[in-house]
């Protein structure tokens, strides 16, 4: 079967707007990424008490699970206006040879995001009583749980 869609530039364009002292202390910063032919683009709402999964990485895509090579960018955005969410990042590495999965977590405030410009992370825990590190290694999984109530999230994800 040929696929009648054409791949695309995604164009993501971050732009902070400040005067100090009547000077623009501003800044824009556009990144430019090709060959996209696949986005998700939802709204997901997080119920309390509850971790969900808001999507998967593997080399066999299906329902709710991606590409893990073809990732590209991803932001999550807490579209809540008072209560943060936690996001949990897992990896297919394991502590320190622990056996399980390493995971880190990320808070996210009302009104901001999170972005993933591919499908490895990395991190230590240097300093802490594990005193563990982990190498770069695929993201497996993006979950989240919200802080009180009900949240909503918006999802984009672009891929090759």
Request: negative net charge; hydrophobic residues 30%.
């Amino acid at each position: 079967m040929a696929s009648t869609i054409s791949s695309a530039n995604l164009k993501v364009t971050i732009k902070e707007t400040i005067e100090l002292n009547g000077k623009d202390r501003g800044s824009t910063n556009t990144l430019t990424v090709g060959s996209i032919n696949e986005v998700d683009n939802r709204i997901v709402t997080i119920p309390s008490g509850s971790q969900t999964t808001l999507f998967n990485l593997s080399n066999n895509p299906s329902a709710g699970t991606f590409t893990s090579s073809s990732l590209k960018y991803a932001r999550i955005t807490n579209k809540d206006d008072s209560n943060h969410v936690r996001l949990r990042v897992s990896s297919s590495l394991s502590l320190s040879g622990s056996g399980t999965p390493s995971a880190i977590d990320f808070k996210i405030e009302a009104g901001k995001s999170f972005l993933l410009s591919n499908s490895s992370i990395s991190g230590s825990t240097d300093g802490l009583d594990l005193n563990s590190t982990f190498n770069y290694g695929e993201i497996k999984s993006l979950k989240a749980e919200p802080s009180g109530s009900d949240i909503d999230v918006e999802l984009f994800l672009a891929s090759t």
